[in-house]
């Protein structure tokens, strides 16, 4: 079985840029997460979809944050404009379907790492 | 929200040493707990996972968790760790909004030879 993938593996921009990051989750998938881990403390979720809607966004910086999930399968993240302090690695989970409690583990992706200078 | 606190940030041990690592989680009511690993320049896997039932855990490569509900705790322990076992290691909970995951800070497990 495939895994989750993420591209690319590493960014480095300057503040100010803008990237975008795409995520393609196991397939069958139904629930789609990404999550932001900064140096030195756990993933912290940005954004949760299940197929192509939004189930909880509420600690996605919505000013230079964004995400979608056409078609309910692959999905993008993207910043705009960044700032020094996005610099962290991107993860993206899958998971079978977020709806019920046996169905719900994570299968995460190796993640993209962000050097915001 | 449901959080988890993980209270050793940084364990270093020898190897064949017996391995406990900490975890608290905040809620009272219902939780749904996990230790996830990430070995050295992999992804994060799932080492094991609590719903209900038997409070003691047991996952994969040899490790085991025990929830005891009186302490609010969720530690993970091996009773003999090797030098594969080097890696970070993360509790989380599952959130009961939209079945996301809080982690913890996670624990840097060192384990020399």
């Known amino acids: 079985e495939a895994g989750v993938a993420q591209s690319p593996r590493y960014k480095i921009i300057e503040k100010r840029q803008s990237v975008a990051f795409w995520c393609n989750p196991i397939s069958g998938h139904a629930t789609l997460y990404w999550y932001q881990q900064i140096l030195g403390q756990g993933p912290k979720l940005l954004i949760q979809?299940?197929?192509?809607?939004?189930?909880?966004d509420s600690q996605l910086p919505k000013d230079r944050f964004s995400a979608e999930r056409l078609k309910g399968v692959d999905s993008t993240l993207k910043i705009q404009p960044a700032k020094l302090e996005d610099s962290a690695v991107y993860l993206c989970?899958?998971?079978?379907?977020?709806?019920?409690?046996?169905?719900?583990?994570?299968?995460f992706g190796p993640g993209t790492r962000l050097t915001v200078t | 929200a449901q959080s988890v606190s993980q209270h050793n940030h940084h364990v270093i041990l020898s190897e064949a040493a017996s391995l406990e690592l900490g975890c608290n989680y905040s809620y009272g009511g219902t939780v749904n707990l996990f230790w996830y690993v990430q070995y050295p320049g992999q992804h994060l896997q799932l080492l094991l996972k609590?719903?209900?039932?038997?409070?003691l855990v047991k996952g994969i490569k040899g490790f085991e968790a025990e929830f005891i509900k009186s302490k609010f705790s969720f530690n993970l322990r091996k009773p003999s760790v090797q030098w594969s076992d080097t890696a970070e290691y993360f509790c989380a909970v599952l959130s009961n909004s939209g079945y996301a995951l809080n982690f913890g800070k996670g624990t840097s497990l060192l384990v020399t030879p």
């Open positions: 609590y719903f209900s039932g038997d409070p």
């Open positions: 989970a899958s998971s079978l379907d977020g709806s019920g409690v046996f169905s719900y583990e994570q299968y």
């Open positions: 979809f299940q197929n192509n809607g939004v189930v909880d």
